[in-house]
């Protein structure tokens, strides 16, 4: 299993409930500079300026949409000005899960 493709998962679902029309260059990107479990999503100030709206705001939502359904899998969601979002997996989770489907999350970029 791949977080990036769980993270992408739970950002577009949040965009189809504000009936944003998902583009094809929204990304999901493991940071390297930091801890090695850290994602930040990448596209959503474009897709503000598209529909004319706060990027800032757009994220907000997609963090709120996301921690309001207590998924395991993340630790924290941070949301920076100008429409930043970065996400901390639960290394927790990542180990129930491997020890669980006797499987290693795949953290690839």
């Known amino acids: 299993m791949n977080i990036k493709s769980i993270i992408y998962k739970h950002v577009t679902q949040a965009l189809i409930r504000k009936e944003i029309i998902i583009p094809h ?16 999503v990448n596209g959503i100030i474009k897709i503000a300026k598209n529909l004319n709206e706060n990027p800032y705001a757009i994220s907000q939502y997609i963090a709120f949409y996301i921690n309001s359904y207590k998924h395991n899998i ?10 930043f979002i970065n996400i901390f997996v639960n290394t927790y989770w990542i180990e129930k899960k491997s020890r669980k489907s006797n499987k290693i999350f795949s953290i690839r970029n």
């Open 25 to 40: 260059d929204l990304m999901i990107f493991r940071v390297s500079d930091k801890k090695k479990w850290d994602y930040q």
């Open 74 to 83: 993340y630790k924290k969601i941070e949301v920076s000005k100008p429409g």
